[in-house]
């Protein structure tokens, strides 16, 4: 892979910039959390978290589903997808959609904690499938809880309460060597924290129970879902060989090739350094271009993408222009590699993919090269 270093470099720049100016040209995309909250219960809308099953358990949207973005790409032991570019065969994707409780009416809500990755993998699945009305939820987890006044009364008194505690403990601490004088005293401060304590353990059951966040088990009543083959989005997702292709005419061509690959992995798995122990070979596609998913996602606010300017900017510093068709891979495509065709979703470019089967697949197929 060319520039490696000047990529790094260009990552460290680029993190720097907090431009404001230009909305997404297809902003309809994202959904705020400001809005997705008036939809929590919605019987015609679903939540679905892109997280692991987990990180759902710990916390996840009141009355959504967990379909963890890294379990929607299927292939077999050998990395095989048998109904390529599709993430699953279509009977094989019917039943996974129907069992969580989605029915083709209704709104789908992807979202994860708030880094954009898993929630952008969901999405991606559903719209490959022809899904019409779909949403990211643009900070997750994160943004709801912000957004979330039982929440913000919840963190408050449950601050207060570890505060009492403290220094309870302490005061146990202090009775233990305290005289005959400090006792009465000592006493009276642990009986008072202890009846303060009860108080707020039964306010904060109240309160957990109007949280828009929660943990917990996810509840289920399954749904019949239809794919109609005809709706298939094939123009959102490509196979191997359509990759492979793009690869040789960027080996050929270079700059003037018509074709973009993205790697949207980090640089250990890039140079082969780290790979899952599920694939044969660590490394990159020839030819391919190293542009970490970090660089779109925005850490610093805690939302699934930057700003239009700031991701245009990155995309510009690449070369990832509109005219040409744009690939995009991480380990499964339902991923790091979404999010990068997400964002160029966002910016309004027309051709652009994700490579379902990704490095599971490529890294697998001994037939196809790599790089190191």
Not at 121 to 135: A, M, P, R
Not at 158 to 164: G, L, M, V
Not at 179 to 195: C, G, N, R, V, Y
Not at 315 to 334: E, F, M, P
């Amino acid at each position: 892979m060319n520039g490696l270093l000047v990529t790094l470099c260009l990552a460290v720049s680029l993190s720097a910039v907090n431009v404001l100016g230009a909305d997404y040209v297809n902003k309809n995309i994202l959904i705020s959390a400001e809005e997705a909250v008036g939809l929590i219960g919605n019987p015609k809308v679903m939540f679905v978290s892109g997280d692991n099953e987990d990180t759902y358990k710990l916390f996840h949207i009141k009355g959504s589903v967990e379909m963890y973005a890294h379990h929607l790409h299927h292939s077999d032991v050998d990395g095989e997808m048998h109904c390529a570019p599709l993430y699953r065969c279509v009977d094989d994707a019917q039943e996974l959609i129907g069992k969580k409780g989605i029915s083709n009416d209704m709104m789908v809500i992807a979202y994860d904690d708030f880094k954009g990755p898993n929630a952008t993998g969901v999405y991606s699945f559903f719209d490959s499938y022809g899904h019409k009305n779909l949403k990211v939820l643009n900070g997750g987890i994160a943004a709801v809880k912000a957004v979330d006044p039982a929440q913000k009364e919840f963190d408050a008194l449950t601050k207060e309460a570890k505060a009492i505690t403290k220094t309870q403990k302490e005061d146990k601490e202090k009775l233990k060597k305290a005289t005959d004088a400090q006792k009465p005293m000592l006493e009276a401060s642990i009986a008072k924290a202890t009846a303060d304590l009860a108080v707020m353990k039964s306010k904060l059951a109240e309160i957990e129970a109007r949280l828009l966040v929660v943990k917990g088990n996810e509840i289920v009543v399954p749904k019949g879902y239809t794919i109609d083959p005809k709706k298939v989005k094939y123009s959102a997702i490509a196979d191997k060989n359509e990759v492979k292709h793009a690869m040789e005419d960027i080996l050929k061509n270079g700059g003037k090739s018509n074709y973009v690959i993205i790697d949207g992995r980090g640089l250990a798995e890039v140079t082969g350094e780290r790979k899952m122990d599920n694939v044969a070979r660590g490394g990159h596609i020839p030819g391919s271009t190293f542009i970490e998913w970090a660089q779109i996602s925005d850490a610093k606010n805690k939302k699934s993408f930057k700003s239009a300017d700031e991701i245009q900017k990155v995309y510009d510093s690449y070369g990832v222009t509109k005219d040409k068709t744009i690939y995009a891979y991480c380990q499964v495509g339902a991923g790091r590699g979404s999010e990068h065709i997400t964002a160029l979703q966002l910016l309004g470019y027309k051709n652009a993919k994700v490579f379902t089967g990704s490095w599971d697949v490529w890294g697998n197929d001994m037939n196809l090269p790599i790089k190191r």
